[in-house]
Nanobody, 125 residues
Framework: QVQLVESGGGSVQAGGSLRLSCVASGYSYSISCMAWFRQAPGLAREGVAF???????GYTNSVKGRFTISRDNARNTLYLQMNSLKVEDAAMYYC???????????????????WGRGTQVTVSS
């Protein structure tokens, strides 16, 4: 069965950095659209970054220039490097997968088939 396991969350001060990881199993990882979503308390889940099989990434405006999404197809691992963190970046971060889709045709959470349990990111001022 498909599994996505996130790690790397934690508590940092504003301006700091974190690197999230998501290890995938149970499907052909190299042919998949992968994404990071986040959800803060009381808010809807939002797409943060997306990456296709070729490694081309896309970002929501609020994180452009600060976050970098990448993937290692040999290790079945997705990453999110988060720099210059802001208090408003604090949220639960989720890894999402759309297997068998080399490209990311949608940024809607409903388009993605599988989700991890999340890793918490806390940013203090």
């Amino acid at each position: 069965q498909v599994q996505l396991v996130e790690s790397g969350g934690g508590s940092v001060q504003a301006g700091g950095s974190l690197r999230l990881s998501c290890v995938a199993s149970g499907y052909s990882y190299s042919i998949s659209c992968m994404a990071w979503f986040r959800q803060a308390p009381g808010l809807a889940r939002e797409g943060v970054a997306f990456i296709n099989s070729a490694g081309d990434g896309g970002y929501t405006n609020s994180v452009k220039g600060r976050f970098t999404i990448s993937r290692d197809n040999a290790r079945n691992t997705l990453y999110l490097q988060m720099n210059s963190l802001k208090v408003e970046d604090a949220a639960m971060y989720y890894c999402a997968a759309k297997p068998s889709s080399a490209n990311c045709y949608s940024d809607s959470e409903s388009w993605f088939d599988y989700w991890g349990r999340g890793t918490q990111v806390t940013v203090s001022s």
